[in-house]
């Protein structure tokens, strides 16, 4: 019997926890599916493999390129267009495939799909209300050229987002299912992202105590200068902390303030882009890791320190605290994560305690985990009439 034929689509191939997420849909279905994969720019999969630990065979993914924006070098340009001519064409093929599944937002395919939400990006208004740095930025903000812009986009596709009846909609945490519910009257399953966890337990000594590590995009809404500021409060108690900061090549505006901010303070040094046996080093030689990002819908990064015994600080009330369900590790303030962190820092025991709780809790989030529980759905949601039919061709000895 013929496969069922599953499209699975992102909008731009790069560097985050959807591209996680795709990469791991991609490895648990490639098996046993007829797989198409769709996207907008140029994708080597054993790029992707390295970065994410994954297991992607090219040879048994059919890739679609969809029509981009002539000179776009990146899905962080003119992401409104870009997902507008998107969305169109992922439209227009959905219903050739038994099954559609977008690894980021909603994507409009024609039929009942399968929804994986990892922000909320999807909706003008949303990201008004989560991303409040973005629209800092003179080109975010209400101006007559916005709206235009925004008229242009709704000329190539309408709807700020598109849902069906009939869609699986999966959050990547329980902070983004109850905002989902909240703000878009969708209810949802969650999905935690696949974390790549370690195969030896990672409760040896630190190698320094004082260290912190922040890994993940160098962007306004992750707020860097929160850490720096965090962490210059404790050294100024006396704590001689310093911070490593591991993100994106250093190309975009806020980058490079970062970058030449930190070049005048000694105790933080900016390595850049670290992946696989590099960023692995980064986490052994630190004790901490440090976020501050309020509207983080999960936190890979987050799940990924704590795996490796690199107790993370992150904000109260985030999709991160799911990861770190302490509030010894949880804060409100500058003032409170300075507090917080000093009395670890002072109270060994207690820190060897909760890097043993945390790192066991860091279990479901495996990218095994991740598989099962999506291939769940993914059963749950194939056309019934086909499996049925496939089921009685079997019994008839015609397969």
């Not at 190539?156 to 909609?169: P, T």
């Not at 990861?323 to 409100?332: A, H, M």
Request: net charge neutral; hydrophobic share 40%.
């Amino acid at each position: 019997m013929k496969r069922f034929s599953i499209l699975v689509a992102h909008p731009w191939m790069g560097q985050g926890g959807s591209e996680a997420t795709t990469m791991w849909t991609l490895q648990g279905l490639q098996h046993d599916f007829e797989v198409t994969f769709v996207t907008s720019n140029q994708v080597d999969f054993d790029d992707f493999n390295l970065v994410y630990g994954s297991s992607v065979d090219a040879r048994k993914i059919k890739l679609i390129k969809a029509p981009s924006i002539p000179s776009i070098r990146n899905g962080n340009q003119l992401v409104a267009l870009q997902h507008a001519i998107f969305h169109r064409f992922c439209s227009k093929i959905g219903c050739e495939f038994d099954l559609c599944i977008s690894c980021y937002n909603f994507v409009p395919f024609g039929k009942p799909s399968i929804q994986m939400v990892g922000d909320f990006s999807f909706c003008e208004d949303l990201r008004q209300k989560f991303y409040v740095q973005e629209f800092q930025k003179l080109v975010h903000r209400k101006t007559l050229m916005r709206s235009i812009y925004l008229k242009i986009k709704k000329m190539i596709w309408s709807a700020d987002y598109s849902f069906l009846q009939g869609d699986a909609v999966l959050a990547n945490s329980n902070w983004t299912a109850a905002n989902l519910e909240q703000f878009c009257n969708l209810t949802s399953s969650v999905l935690f992202p696949p974390v790549s966890l370690p195969l030896e337990n990672s409760l040896k000594s630190r190698a320094a105590s004082y260290g912190f590590v922040y890994i993940g995009r160098i962007s306004p809404e992750k707020e860097i200068e929160k850490i720096i500021t965090i962490l210059d409060k404790v050294r100024g108690h006396g704590f001689p902390v310093t911070l490593e900061l591991v993100g994106n090549s250093r190309v975009s505006a806020y980058e490079k303030l970062i970058s030449a901010k930190v070049l005048e303070i000694p105790w933080i040094e900016d390595v850049g882009y670290l992946w696989g046996e590099e960023k692995e080093a980064a986490f052994a030689r630190n004790s901490f890791g440090i976020q501050a990002c309020q509207c983080e819908a999960f936190g890979i990064a987050a799940a990924e320190m704590a795996s490796r015994g690199c107790l993370p600080f992150v904000v109260a009330g985030s999709g991160s605290a799911e990861v770190v369900p302490f509030p010894e590790l949880q804060y409100n303030s500058i003032d409170d994560a300075a507090q917080k962190i000093m009395t670890l820092l002072e109270t060994p025991k207690l820190t060897d305690n909760l890097r043993r709780q945390v790192l066991l809790g860091t279990k479901r989030f495996s990218s095994e985990s991740f598989v099962v529980n999506l291939r769940e759905v993914v059963e749950g949601m194939l056309p019934q009439e086909k499996k049925f039919r496939g089921a009685l061709m079997s019994q008839n000895g015609k397969v």
